[in-house]
Nanobody, 120 residues
Framework: QVQLVESGGGLVQPGGSLRLSCAAS????????MGWYRQAPGEQRELVAT???????NYADSVKGRFTISRDNDKNTVYLQMNSLKPEDTAVYYC??????????????WGQGTQVTVSS
């Protein structure tokens, strides 16, 4: 199976920055897209940013210009640099990867989630 391990969440003041990391491990043959999603209290999970294996990115309108997604294919790791954080960014952030095992189909894999709290 594929495991996604996240790190970097925490408490930060408005206007501050955090950098989330998510490392994929397991019997991975290939990883296609990776991304970050978030879920605020009482809200549905929403897409934050995605990045393809070739480096093409997509962002939610609410984070454009503030967040940057990147990946290191050699390390099977995706990052989310979050700048100019707002209280509205407070949520549990989930890592996602579309990956296949050796000689297998592609599936969606999810991390456990990491809490990001933006508060003054």
């Amino acid at each position: 199976q594929v495991q996604l391990v996240e790190s970097g969440g925490g408490l930060v003041q408005p206007g501050g920055s955090l950098r989330l990391s998510c490392a994929a491990s397991g019997s991975i043959f290939s990883i296609d897209a990776m991304g970050w999603y978030r879920q605020a209290p009482g809200e549905q999970r929403e897409l934050v940013a995605t990045i393809t294996s070739g480096g093409s990115t997509n962002y939610a309108d609410s984070v454009k210009g503030r967040f940057t997604i990147s990946r290191d294919n050699d390390k099977n790791t995706v990052y989310l640099q979050m700048n100019s954080l707002k209280p509205e960014d407070t949520a549990v952030y989930y890592c996602n990867a579309v990956a296949s095992l050796i000689d297998g189909p592609f599936y969606d894999y999810w991390g456990q989630g990491t809490q990001v709290t933006v508060s003054s």
